[in-house]
């Protein structure tokens, strides 16, 4: 019975997916008023469409999973997923718009004037992207099985189907009203099952949760060691600092920032996206703790991903429990595919316009069409991840969200960040911090994976933020400071183009008599 | 957290794909091996051309200090001179080998070879130093002639000089004054491109000139409140137009300049003329180049529907696909015959539909052959042109 409205939620918001994805512009006004049809997307809408985009399985199941799994501790995670917004903000948001870039790659090779840099750029996209779609795929997977019981492959192939069709029809993602109202979708189907779980966990005279405890600490108690990981104050900071500075890195994140019509539009959206998600983030550990009291031990062999999922059988009873899961269940969904399209789609586009395109066309000379080679691309951003996805064991999905913020953090955020702040950056010197950068952190990734440590290199490892970023930051700066034949040429004026306002250009500016 | 690999498994695995990379490897040095078997003299001819083709590189930037400079090492190799100096007709411009303190005089020994005199050879008594040390006792200077000026001087400097050592340094000299005389049409053909593109721009078409005053002056005394209107948008228009600085604009500012046109056919063309839009608000802030869009507006109008009878609609049409944006101006006018279209795009048929040739010929030479405009049509079935422009393309950008 209460798979029957799972299965409808999930149907419902795949159907509801391809059918935005195959109709795409035709969904939008047409007008004969030049004042209606010229209207940019405003920050507002622009920043619900970055967060719907951005709320990723990791957000929506990982955050109350963890919080249940380990503890206090773990409430940091939707901290820093916010945090970084507001280093972007800081940092990033304006002068990345003025430069016109589109893609991360397309900015790499706007400031450092190289096409090296921009391969390596775009090698890392698709790195980061294979890595953060790994666990939406797991995700869905996991979700499938917990409402229903069946193969957790079911899941991850639909959703795979799904974002291929949609991302090989190229419809859904351009329409930010769509992903904007994915958001909201995303908020209710979160908030509306947490109220009224709250509200029957008051009703049953708010009981308190069970607070387990082991050798290393206790539950609830913050920077514990709870769950046997070690070195607790280490990984909460290094955590931390790779979320702040991973968000810029993330390639479906920032294309949406060229929606904007200027650098002041740009620094608009950001502070509302920090809003959206702080509103968002604030129900996500009420599942942690609400399972700590429904539901003290999980079946066997589950994973704590699934606690939100199962939550609402354990609180409630009947059709109830049944449309509370249905509109959980509805609501993962929606994340999986909207972030996992957003990843694919900016997958697909660096695996085309860098590697495919021009091969395809040597190939076979001259006949493969644009499109064709999109769909070709596309194909392989989504099947390397979900053979990826099925031939590893999940680690949990926050925990794997988070080695692609290593990634991101320890290779784009020191090229971003010294890219729009610092003159003196040198082509060998980008060089060497992507390489070194992208190097040691899928070492730490693969090591912590493959052989998991203990003690002080473990925790290194499983978290090398705090150590990564500080060091590729210097191999930047030193490299730079080493070899100053390569800066590029324009790179005084292409600063100075970064951060001259637009009212002082008088360029793109919306007026209207 | 629960590994799910088989440890010794993994490292199978990872050792097999580095074993077999490694033969692969090995395979292929082994095959460029045996393909890469040379005599001597071929050896050392494609080592000279090497080095004249990295020389080369650098004096296609023209003659100048940082280009001699640089240029000055490949060619004193090329020459096997001691030391090598290339002067202008004013300074010396590099120096490249030993005997730095000569680098002063190198000017002063150039001169007869600067005056015209061809090629000379300065022996003991012209360039010997105080320095007793110093083997550069003899030199062979080789004008460089471009355009039969002589442009600067090339100077071989060495303990003696032979008929060979002259011979190879005007040989060099020749090849040099080539290689600067291809930046200088370089230079040329930039500077022609620029101009063509200037004029290109500034081509606002006399009908519409014409027309747009005509339909004005009919308004002055029946409404003069609209006459004043339009003629505010006139003068925007021509100021968008106009307008010197900026190869580039956003979408959003080049459908207003639509806009402004169409107010003022609207003028003329009264509830005849329809407009129908349908644009994605992601493709607004998108680079396009300057009046891009508005002169397939006015193809549209002047050869589409003015010739039609009863009410014509024109559809602009903005798409968003990814990394690029898809732009289309549609009407269901008269239509036209594909093979004049043809080679009006080819630019063989002067016709009087400018706009059509000059955007096409724009947009190749901004993004390259594969994005100038598709067009469809037939007589009597409207016509459709399209293009699409990158959201971001490298050197383009809006007030540049």
Redesign the interface.
Same mark, same amino acid.
């Given at each position: 019975m209460n798979d029957l409205y799972a299965v409808t939620a999930i149907g419902l918001v795949c159907a509801v997916t391809l059918i935005v994805g195959a109709f795409? !512009?035709r969904l939008?006004?047409?007008?004969?008023?030049?004042y209606?049809?010229?209207? @940019?997307?405003t920050p507002g809408r622009n920043a619900s469409a970055i967060s719907g985009e951005y709320l990723s399985a990791a957000s929506f199941l990982g955050v109350a999973g963890l919080v249940y799994a380990r503890g206090a501790d773990m409430l940091w995670l939707p901290v820093g997923y916010t945090v970084g917004y507001v280093v972007l903000l800081t940092l990033v948001a304006a002068p990345l718009r003025r430069s016109?870039?589109?893609?991360l790659p397309?900015f790499a090779?706007?400031r450092l004037?190289s096409k090296v840099v921009r391969g390596l750029s775009s090698a890392l996209v698709i790195g980061i992207g294979w890595l953060y779609l790994v666990p939406q795929f797991q995700g869905a997977g996991l979700a499938m099985a917990a409402v229903t019981g069946w193969p957790s492959w079911v899941g991850s192939l639909l959703v795979v189907v799904v974002v291929f069709l949609s991302v090989a029809a190229?419809g859904m993602?351009?329409? @930010?009203l769509v992903q904007a109202m994915q958001y909201w979708l995303k908020l209710t189907a979160l908030a509306v099952p947490a109220c009224v779980l709250l509200w029957l966990w008051l009703r049953d005279g708010a009981p308190r949760p069970h607070i387990p405890a082991d050798a290393s600490g206790e539950w609830i108690l913050p920077l514990s060691g709870f769950g046997g990981y070690d070195h607790p104050t280490y990984r909460t900071y290094s955590t931390l600092l790779a979320l702040c500075l991973g968000t810029m890195g993330l390639p479906h994140v920032l294309v949406r920032f060229?929606?904007?019509?200027d650098g002041r539009a740009a620094r608009r959206t950001t502070v509302a996206v920090v809003g959206l998600l702080g509103l968002f983030y604030v129900f996500t550990p009420v599942y942690g703790v609400l399972g700590r009291v429904y539901l003290p031990e999980l079946p066997l062999g589950t994973l704590p991903d699934s606690l939100s999922l199962r939550l609402p059988a354990a609180v409630a009873d009947g059709h109830l429990a049944g449309v509370l899961g249905a509109v959980l269940a509805g609501g993962a969904f929606a994340a999986f595919l909207s972030t996992a399209s957003g990843l694919a +789609?900016s997958v697909a586009?660096a695996i085309d316009?860098d590697l495919l395109r021009a091969r395809l066309k040597r190939i076979t000379s001259d006949d493969a069409s644009a499109i064709t080679s999109?769909r070709y691309a596309a194909f392989a951003a989504v099947v390397v991840p979900y053979a990826l996805s099925t031939a590893?064991?999940p680690?949990?999905l926050a925990?794997t969200v988070g080695l692609a913020f290593a990634v991101s953090s320890a290779t784009f955020s020191p090229l971003l960040v010294l890219g729009i702040w610092w003159r003196g950056l040198s082509v060998t010197g980008a060089i060497a911090g992507l390489v070194v950068g992208a190097g040691l952190a899928m070492t730490a990734i693969v090591l912590s994976? !493959? +052989?998991?440590q203990g003690g002080w290199l473990g925790a290194a490892l499983a978290q090398p933020g705090a150590w990564l970023i500080p060091l590729v930051f210097a191999v930047i700066v030193i490299t730079s400071l080493a070899t100053p034949g390569r800066i590029p040429k324009g790179a005084g004026r292409t600063l100075v183009?970064l951060h001259t306002p637009e009212s002082l250009?008088?360029?793109?500016h919306?007026s209207?008599? | 957290?629960?590994?799910?690999?088989h440890?010794p498994t993994?490292v199978l695995t990872a050792g097999t794909l580095i074993v077999v990379w490694a033969l692969l490897l090995l395979r292929s040095r082994s095959r460029s091996r045996s393909r890469g078997f040379l005599s001597a003299t071929d050896r050392a001819t494609y080592e000279t051309l090497h080095t004249a083709s990295l020389a080369g590189r650098q004096l296609r930037h023209g003659l100048g200090p940082e280009s001699a400079r640089e240029a000055a090492g490949y060619l004193r190799s090329m020459l096997t001179a001691r030391a090598i100096a290339i002067c202008d007709t004013h300074a010396v411009l590099a120096w490249d080998g030993e005997g730095e303190h000569h680098r002063p005089r190198a000017h002063s020994d150039a001169q007869p070879a600067l005056r015209g005199a061809g090629t000379t050879v300065l022996d003991q008594r012209d360039v010997a130093c105080n320095d007793p040390n110093c083997e550069l006792l003899s030199a062979v200077v080789a004008p460089l002639v471009v355009d039969e000026h002589v442009v600067g001087a090339l100077t071989a400097y060495g303990p003696h000089t032979d008929a060979g050592l002259a011979r190879a340094t005007e040989e060099v000299a020749q090849w040099v004054a080539a290689q600067v005389e291809l930046a200088d049409l370089d230079q040329q053909r930039t500077r022609a491109m620029e101009a063509e593109l200037q004029a290109l721009r500034a081509q606002i078409s006399p009908h519409f000139v014409y027309n747009s005053l005509a339909a004005i002056a009919s308004f002055v005394r029946t409404d003069p409140g609209r006459a004043r209107e339009l003629l505010?948008e006139f003068a925007d228009f021509t100021r968008y137009a106009l307008r010197r600085a900026?190869q580039f604009?956003?979408l959003?500012?080049e459908?207003?300049n639509?806009?402004r046109y169409?107010v003022l056919e609207q003028a003329r063309f009264g509830d005849r003329l329809? =407009?129908?839009?349908?644009?994605?608000?992601?493709s607004?802030?998108t680079?396009v180049p300057c009046l891009a869009v508005q002169p397939l507006v006015e193809n549209a109008v002047r050869h589409g529907l003015a010739g039609k009878v009863g009410p014509g609609t024109v559809t602009i049409?903005a798409?968003? =696909?990814?990394?690029q944006t898809e732009i289309s101006i549609e009407d269901d006018g008269v239509g036209a015959n594909p093979e004049h279209i043809r080679g009006v795009l080819d630019g063989e048929v002067r016709s009087d539909s400018v706009g059509l040739g000059n955007v096409d010929a724009r947009l190749r030479q901004i993004y390259g052959d594969d994005l100038g405009l598709v067009v469809e049509t037939a007589p009597g079935a409207g016509m459709k042109v399209t293009f699409t422009v990158?959201?971001?393309a490298?050197g383009?950008?809006?007030?540049s």
């Open positions: 795409g !512009l939008s006004r047409t007008t004969s008023d030049f209606v049809a010229g209207r @940019t997307v016109g870039a589109y893609t397309d090779e706007a004037e190229g993602r351009s329409i @930010t060229y929606t904007n019509p +789609m586009g316009q999109f590893f064991e680690l949990g925990t994976v !493959l +052989m998991p183009r250009t008088g360029a793109a919306p209207r008599r | 957290m629960r590994s799910g690999i440890l993994a505010l900026g604009t956003t959003a500012e459908l207003r639509c806009e169409l329809k =407009i129908n839009l349908l644009i994605a608000p992601e607004l802030p680079t049409t798409r968003d =696909i990814g990394a990158p959201k971001y490298p383009v950008h809006v007030s």
